[in-house]
């Protein structure tokens, strides 16, 4: 296995929006690390008032918590924008959510994959992953044991919104990370250089985001792979936290805004910040993923 060395810091980005899991997310992440002292996590914590976290959780190393009240939070996009201008010149950067769990050396067994795509050709490597499922109440057991491949699963107004995974076929035969066609933003795992190459658009309200980031990364020079090995868990039910759009009455009109820049971006006809890459094109991106981001 790698040895990771003391210039192999990673960035961790977190926005947490009112989520029980926050502390366990936190404390695992930090005791499943072998080199928890070469992580430095960023949390934008979106919290009502009443909302704590676990002692413990202060005591962890190179823990940064920005505090924002829920009724002020923008949406998670606009929390991940804040988040990467946090960076700070780490050679690595990883953007997770709140209600998560991980392996063992998980650290030391992402920077392998990493290393192993950079030395076969992939100097820009994307590392990204719809991963297995965790249940609360049910822990430690209730996980997923297989890791997954990311698809197309839904439009609205035409415009690819929605992405769904199912297991990666004969993953257990599989020795390296396999290419991937669209990204997941609960696991993503790249160079640092992603947060000045590729920033987050705080306009982008949620339905689409992860299909507009992988365009943007695509076409700035990143080539997408998901792990052919079990990294870590995510929770999917909502059952522990409260989603932005149930205290936010106004959510309709910015996913109506969101939805019509989706559709500019996806027919390339957005200019300007966030807009896509040089390195290659949308049609590129559409012959890759052999699919058209909009339907007309």
Not at 59 to 68: H, K
Not at 155 to 172: A, C, D, M, N, Q
Not at 185 to 203: A, C, K, S, Y
Request: net charge neutral; hydrophobic share 35%; charged share 25%.
């Amino acid at each position: 296995m790698l040895d990771q060395s003391a210039t192999d810091e990673i960035y961790v980005q977190i926005p947490a929006y009112r989520d029980q899991e926050l502390s366990k997310t936190l404390l695992d992440l930090y005791a499943k690390a072998c080199h928890p002292e070469r992580l430095r996590t960023g949390v934008v914590w979106q919290r009502a008032e009443t909302e704590t976290l676990s002692p413990a959780v202060l005591d962890l190393p190179n823990l940064e918590i920005e505090t924002v009240p829920h009724e002020q939070s923008q949406g998670c996009n606009w929390a991940r924008s804040l988040l990467q201008k946090r960076w700070r010149g780490e050679p690595y950067t990883m953007l997770l959510d709140s209600h998560q769990r991980f392996v063992p050396n998980w650290d030391l067994k992402v920077l392998e994959m990493y290393a192993q795509l950079r030395q076969s050709g992939a100097p820009k490597a994307l590392l990204t992953a719809y991963l297995p499922s965790y249940e609360p109440d049910r822990e430690p057991g209730g996980r997923k044991k297989r890791p997954y491949k990311i698809y197309p699963l839904g439009r609205e107004e035409g415009v690819l919104t929605k992405l769904t995974s199912h297991p990666i076929p004969f993953w257990t035969s599989l020795r390296r990370p396999i290419t991937a066609d669209f990204i997941s933003l609960h696991f993503l795992f790249t160079t640092g250089d992603f947060n000045r190459e590729v920033p987050f658009d705080p306009e982008i309200y949620f339905f689409g985001d992860e299909v507009l980031t992988g365009l943007r990364a695509f076409t700035s020079g990143y080539d997408l792979f998901h792990p052919h090995t079990i990294v870590g868990w995510h929770c999917y039910k909502r059952t522990t936290r409260v989603a932005h759009w149930n205290d936010h009455a106004s959510w309709h009109e910015r996913h109506r805004f969101s939805l019509a820049k989706l559709r500019r971006l996806f027919q390339g006809r957005h200019r300007g910040d966030f807009g896509l890459g040089s390195h290659r094109t949308l049609r590129d991106y559409e012959d890759h993923i052999m699919t058209k981001l909009v339907e007309e």
